[in-house]
């Protein structure tokens, strides 16, 4: 992931909010300037001169960041994507003004060089990428609602998959229990695999979540396949509040493996959280592994958090 964050994703640090102020100290534009006018938001990264100096603080420990960084970012992103609503990107090396009382104010830099920031009608907000969700319909009242629209899954799908992911599988269900239908959706790269360009090994499933039939709640994991085993998708079941990821893999003269991955949807978190993990192997010379473990042995691990390469850490020996 070391080159995700050099190439300018969003990363994130502390929690708290940067709540809404007015300043209207004058600022001038200069060509670096960034000139809020109209209601928006607009995500903020490092330019290359803070991400070498927070490399040169940080270590290697700024790696593991990095990929803490395209997680955040991704949520944030495809919760906007759902709600078709609009936003950009730009370095911390910009200037951010917009117009109070005929005079340019100057936007305050977050304590973050990571961060969004939501503007409407003479007024701002910094926010860290992980409360994007809670403090934007906070801070643009009804615009979620406006926005919705009608519900489109094939408009939210393809925010997200673009012109670099295919739909393998798509499934109907409903996880919450709600009487609204949810989905279940399967990408594969549409890139060959290089083992040097770790993003042609990255193919996300997401859930979306039906709000009532006004939004899509957008959950997705990178890390389930293809990973550091070269497992590969083979099928999706789901039934009642429960689904079900079932990869293979095999190598030849060694063994072959299932992997089954299920999930649920928790009621009292309501969040979508790992219930089992199960592996059958095969060997070459016909010895059989097999490893089954639950929530009472790896405890509570939501969907976004799932990783396949670390799963088996988790599970008795």
């Known amino acids: ?35 809020l006018k109209d209601q928006g938001i607009v995500f903020v990264s490092p330019g290359d001169q803070t991400i070498s100096a927070l490399k040169k603080k940080n270590g290697e420990d700024f790696y593991t960041i990095a990929d803490d960084a395209n997680n955040y970012f991704s949520e944030a992103s495809t919760y906007l994507d759902s709600l078709k609503v609009s936003y950009k990107n730009a370095d911390d090396t910009k200037v951010f003004v917009y117009k109070k009382d005929n005079k340019t104010a100057a936007i305050s830099k977050h304590k973050s060089p990571w961060y969004a920031v939501f503007y409407k009608d003479g007024k701002y907000e910094t926010v860290d990428l992980i409360n994007v969700r809670e403090e934007y319909s906070k801070f643009f009242g009804n615009a979620v609602a406006k926005s919705a629209g009608t519900l489109d899954s094939k408009t939210v799908i393809a925010s997200v998959a673009g012109d670099q992911y295919s739909v393998v599988e798509e499934k109907d269900c409903d996880l919450n229990n709600d009487h609204f239908t949810d989905k279940i959706v399967v990408l594969a790269t549409n890139r060959d695999p290089d083992p040097q360009d770790p993003d042609t090994q990255i193919a996300p499933i997401l859930i979306l979540l039906n709000d009532q039939n006004k ?25 009642d509040r429960f689904f079900t990821v079932e990869l293979f893999n095999e190598v030849p003269d060694e063994y072959t493996s299932e992997k089954y991955i299920t999930f649920k949807f928790s009621e009292p978190l309501k969040e979508v959280v790992l219930s089992k993990y199960g592996e059958n192997t095969v060997w070459n010379d016909g010895k059989k592994t097999n490893t089954l473990c639950s929530d009472k042995n790896f405890g509570r691990i939501l969907f976004r958090d799932y990783n396949s390469d670390d799963i088996r850490t988790k599970c008795p020996k």
């Open 215 to 239: 939004k899509y709640d957008v959950l997705k994991n990178e890390k389930i396949y293809p990973n550091s085993f070269g497992d590969s998708f083979r099928k999706l079941v789901v039934k």
């Open 1 to 35: 992931m070391k080159n995700l964050l050099l190439t300018g994703l969003i990363a994130f640090f502390s929690v708290a909010c940067n709540k809404s102020r007015e300043e209207t100290t004058s600022a001038s534009v200069r060509s670096d300037t960034l000139v």
